[in-house]
């Protein structure tokens, strides 16, 4: 009973707590750099006593060895010791440039891929192996790629210079996209979409930085996807 209250004790404590101190965040390239700038200029201005030191690439990260408060990626995860606090989520769209597809010729089928030159990333747990649903059955296809490269910026760059094919989040490539520098292709086949985490240690006692940075995420991306 006295250790219970002591837990109760300390939760209502914590709560109270003002958020301050310094808050580490790592944030994929691409994402971070197109949606989430913003967002931590508003929790700064709403949090004065917060400081973040901020980090963007695609690489795998140990949040806990590596001493990150809050990691923001795409895809779940399955270590026991972290939370991932979903927030979002993005369709996934093949694309290529006008000039490659007139080269080329535009895929009409999924199976047409294997003719194509692809371009795939690295971090994926099968990053040649290529799902697809249409009607309801799911399709796999084997791409033989003429680029692997570890960062979905790279992916956009390389196919809006006419290098190949890929399949990347719509946030990635929707303002190419508008300015005709890239299709969308195979729209007829379904991708499966990507869900975007917080990712935290999971602890029974959060700081209040990082349990205000989270919800306040999490706020800022509702209601709709990417």
């Known amino acids: 009973i006295i250790i219970d209250a002591e837990n109760a004790e300390r939760s209502i404590n914590q709560l109270q707590e003002t958020p301050s101190g310094l808050l580490r965040v790592n944030a994929p390239g691409s994402f ?6 913003n967002v931590f200029g508003e929790f700064m201005y709403h949090y004065p006593e917060v400081k973040l030191e901020l980090e963007f690439n695609d690489r795998i990260i140990d949040l806990v060895s590596e001493g990150y408060d809050v990691v923001i990626r795409v895809g779940a995860i399955k270590d026991s010791n972290l939370v991932a606090r979903k927030f ?3 369709r996934m769209v093949t694309i290529a ?3 490659y597809l007139k080269k080329y010729g535009t895929p009409e089928s999924v199976e047409d891929l294997n003719q194509h030159q692809c371009i795939v990333y690295s971090l994926l747990p099968t990053p040649t192996l290529w799902t697809f649903f249409k009607e309801g059955q799911r399709i796999n ?3 033989g790629p003429r680029v692997i490269c570890n960062s979905s910026h790279i992916e956009v760059s390389l196919v809006s210079q006419g ?3 890929t399949r990347v989040p719509l946030f990635t490539c929707e303002k190419e996209i508008a300015q005709g520098k890239l299709q969308i292709i195979l729209d007829d086949y379904d991708l499966v979409p990507l869900e975007i985490f917080a990712i935290y240690p999971h602890r029974q006692y959060l ?3 990082v349990r205000a940075f989270v919800d ?3 706020d800022a991306f509702k209601p709709a996807g990417l």
């Open 32 to 37: 971070g750099s197109r949606h989430l700038l």
């Open 88 to 90: 979002t989520q993005s």
């Open 216 to 218: 306040y995420v999490v």
């Open 97 to 99: 440039a006008p000039g």
């Open 163 to 165: 290098i190949g094919i």
């Open 207 to 209: 700081t209040a930085k």
């Open 141 to 143: 296809v084997n791409v």
